[in-house]
């Protein structure tokens, strides 16, 4: 399994970019994908997850401003983030979950300037 992170970018306070998480090979496997970030200085942190059945959960930092979703079709999650802050910057990452393993995409870095 490869997870593919891309989106990210310098952007401004209060723009709302949508980062995707492309995952490919044996992709049947795969249970719940969650997005994880990285802060400058701070460990890595879960950020929302979405479960097989679309059922979604969400760190509290990030509530009502994030929104996961996934796209079967073209086997790609995606974070749709929105009210950005600068303590929002940070490198995304993508996590896949099967029942045996877990992997992990290669991040993509959000900056958020004031």
């Known amino acids: 399994v490869q997870l593919q992170a891309s989106g990210g970018g310098l952007v401004q306070a209060g723009e709302s970019p949508k980062l995707a998480c492309a995952v490919s090979?044996?992709?049947?496997?795969?249970?719940?994908v969650a997005w994880y970030r990285q802060r400058p200085g701070q460990e890595r942190e879960w950020v929302a997850r979405?479960?097989?059945?679309?059922?979604?959960s969400y760190a509290d930092s990030v509530k009502g401003r994030f929104t996961i979703s996934r796209d079967y079709a073209k086997m790609t999650v995606y974070l749709q983030m929105s009210s950005l802050r600068p303590e929002d910057t940070a490198v995304y990452y993508c996590?896949?979950?099967?029942?045996?393993?877990?992997?992990w995409g290669q991040g993509t870095l959000v900056t958020v300037s004031s």
């Open positions: 996590k896949a979950y099967s029942v045996a393993s877990e992997y």
């Open positions: 979405i479960d097989p059945g679309g059922s979604t």
């Open positions: 090979g044996s992709t049947s496997y795969i249970r719940h």
